[in-house]
């Protein structure tokens, strides 16, 4: 085996096509050799991981990984761990692609030896979490909850991150792998939707923006890929209100604001807001965190989802350190709009969102709108 690794290794670069090396591997792991495609790529990742990888093992790597986490089984499961965790490869980005992966491709019972291994932390905290989002009940499988409830889970950025779900999560829009690839739905459903008109006879309060560089970057968590990744533009600010502000003159708010994103409405753009469920505000987000913009994968699934949390937290006004719990409360007791506009701003490619959420008492009014391009 170690012959037949090495020769692939060496002769890798000069291939011209990458499917005879999937064969082989698809051939080994129908047998039953998971090992073999593992240490395979331990074997390419320690030869040509480092700076810019070829195409070739970029292609081989990502059809073995995905090779190993989408068949069913615990032994492809451990090698798939095995792989991931390896000091050839480790990566916390790979770590929460495979987790979505295992997430999606292998039941829960098989996916308990990877807590009894040495996977790294981050993949197996990533591995809860997609568990979590396709409504594993994990506290089912000992393994699983032994670990996730461990001393040691808290410190972990996922550890705020509830082991079940809320019910304002159950619309999150996940991937569907295979060995060949993923797709994804977009998550739009206009039905949910109460559309809100600009009035003419309505007065807005006198305002007063409010934004700190702190709140604004806690607004745009679920957006930072767009930013960091891609080509994306974000406008996150607050204002509060001298009066309290009527949910039907949001519209009329946002305009009176002075948003960048709505510069141009009335002259030739227009503006449509609608009332929507807090559900809906947390799917918009998710579905940016998770999948991403233009360019980038997104942080996928577990990752995807604190992010959603942390700008629905900081649009909803929810106080520094607050629990899932408060949050949800919190955010469940604000009115929430989408929006959006024709102008120029905007894009109008397939990255555009618009919210708005008027706080408990209604003199808070929070603005996130972003956009991106290819």
Avoid at 118 to 144: D, F, G, N
Avoid at 146 to 154: I, L
Avoid at 155 to 166: A, F, K, N, R, V
Avoid at 202 to 223: C, I, L, N, Q, R
Wanted: proline content about 5%; aromatic content about 6%; hydrophobic content about 45%.
């Amino acid at each position: 085996m170690a012959d037949q690794i090495q020769k692939i290794v060496t002769e890798l670069p000069d291939l011209r096509n990458v499917k005879g090396v999937w064969a082989v591997a698809d051939d080994r792991v129908a047998r039953g050799d998971a090992a073999f495609a593992a240490d395979l790529g331990i074997a390419l990742a320690g030869t040509y991981g480092s700076g810019e990888p070829v195409w070739q093992y970029r292609n081989v790597f990502d059809h073995l990984l995905r090779l190993l986490t989408t068949t069913a089984g615990p032994g492809n499961v451990a090698q798939a761990a095995r792989l991931v965790s390896s000091a050839e490869v480790a990566d916390r980005k790979l770590d929460r692609y495979a987790a979505s992966l295992l997430a999606a491709c292998q039941e829960a019972e098989d996916l308990a030896v990877a807590f009894t291994d040495s996977a790294s932390e981050e993949l197996l905290a990533c591995l809860v979490h997609e568990l979590v989002l396709r409504r594993v009940v994990v506290e089912r499988t000992p393994e699983i909850v032994g670990w996730a409830t461990s001393r040691h889970r808290g410190q972990h950025p996922l550890g705020w991150l509830p082991l079940t779900l809320s019910e304002l999560e159950r619309s999150a829009d996940l991937p569907r792998h295979s060995v060949r690839g993923r797709g994804q739905s977009i998550p739009y459903d206009p039905s949910e939707s109460r559309e809100l008109a600009v009035l003419a006879d309505v007065d807005v309060p006198s305002w007063e923006e409010t934004t700190t560089e702190a709140t604004a970057a806690a607004m745009g968590k679920a957006v930072e890929g767009w930013i960091a990744d891609s080509n994306g533009r974000v406008e996150a600010r607050v204002f509060e209100l001298a009066d309290p502000l009527e949910a039907r003159s949001v519209p009329n708010a946002l305009l009176g604001v002075g948003l960048e994103c709505l510069h141009g409405v009335g002259d030739g753009a227009a503006l449509s807001v609608a009332v929507q469920p807090p559900a809906q505000a947390w799917r918009v987000l998710f579905a940016a965190a998770s999948t991403g913009g233009a360019y980038g994968s997104g942080s996928f699934g577990a990752y995807g989802r604190l992010a959603a949390w942390q700008s629905l937290a900081a649009l909803a006004g929810s106080p520094e350190g607050a629990t899932p719990d408060e949050v949800e409360a919190r955010v469940r007791g604000c009115v929430w709009h989408g929006f959006a506009a024709d102008t120029k701003w905007f894009e109008q490619v397939a990255w555009d969102i618009g919210l708005a959420a008027l706080a408990p008492g209604r003199r808070r009014l929070a603005v996130l709108a972003a956009t991106d391009t290819d």
